[in-house]
């Protein structure tokens, strides 16, 4: 398995476009450069918030051109990686493995099912044939791609997968990963910043998600309060980011009852 050093707050990027629908690179760049001053630990181009699906392989490629030339190397850059098959999902890493990027996130292919013995053999070819660190992009939510528990450990367990972005809100089950790894430079993040702390506690390496986004000096705050040892104040600023919940809505139930659960966890 290939090591990483991934830790800390990463902003999901947008993809800013002109009005002929082409990439902005500069607005893309301004953006980046925006996150690296916010003290954000690390950003993430071609994320669900990046709208990878509706870029071609070349448009992606140089979207990444763009975020390393304006991350110039001052913190981790992930790429976000997701087609509807291996053979070109093995070409975009191997291509985009060339530049100077630090890992891929990498999502299943969703078009058709997707059997958990198949998903195995996916991620074992990606896994062992990158160059960079992957981590494995979990969000069944998205992909309806619900794999029990103990499928979902074995599939982060082997070699190849250097972490997980964890994305189904599911505590119980992040334990479950951290505790399959056990010791060493397995990562786990989550998909979002409204139980940051309690990912943290539990081991995880910090949140990469769309909250960052918009308010990264706030959920930064709130990580450095809590490596810090401030705990008190940690715990101030999310209940901070757990008013920003309206935002990002996208759950079928009204957002202060969102608000709660969330408030009661963290």
């Known amino acids: ?115 958990f013995s198949d998903a195995r053999m996916f991620y074992e070819a990606i896994g062992t044939k990158s160059k960079k660190p992957v981590l494995y992009y979990h969000y069944p939510q998205m992909t309806g791609l619900f794999y029990p528990m103990a499928e979902t450990v074995r599939l982060i367990s082997q070699d190849g997968i250097a972490g997980i972005k964890e994305s189904s809100l599911n505590l119980g089950e992040m334990r479950a990963h951290l505790k399959s790894r056990g010791e060493g430079d397995f990562t786990l993040f989550s998909g979002n910043s409204f139980t940051l702390l309690k990912v943290l506690e539990m081991g995880g390496a910090g949140t990469i998600c769309q909250v960052p986004s918009f308010a990264p000096k706030l959920v930064v705050a709130c990580y450095k309060a809590w490596t810090a040892g401030n705990f008190k104040e940690a715990k101030s600023l999310q209940r901070k980011i757990v008013e920003l919940l309206p935002f990002l809505n996208t759950f079928a139930m009204p957002a202060p009852v969102q608000k709660l659960g969330f408030t009661v966890i963290s």
């Open 1 to 115: 398995m290939k090591g990483n050093n991934f830790k800390g707050v990463y902003a999901v990027v947008p993809t800013p476009l002109n009005e002929d629908e082409s990439v902005d690179h500069r607005g893309l760049q301004h953006l980046i450069n925006y996150y690296v001053e916010s003290g954000c630990h690390g950003v993430l181009v071609l994320g669900s918030g990046g709208e990878f699906p509706y870029f071609t392989f070349n448009e992606r490629i140089q979207i990444i051109k763009s975020a390393v030339k304006a991350v110039r190397g001052r913190i981790p850059l992930l790429a976000g990686v997701g087609f509807h098959s291996r053979i070109e999902t093995e070409a975009f890493i191997n291509e985009a493995g060339l530049l100077d990027l630090d890992g891929f996130l990498v999502i299943l292919p969703t078009y058709f099912p997707v059997e």
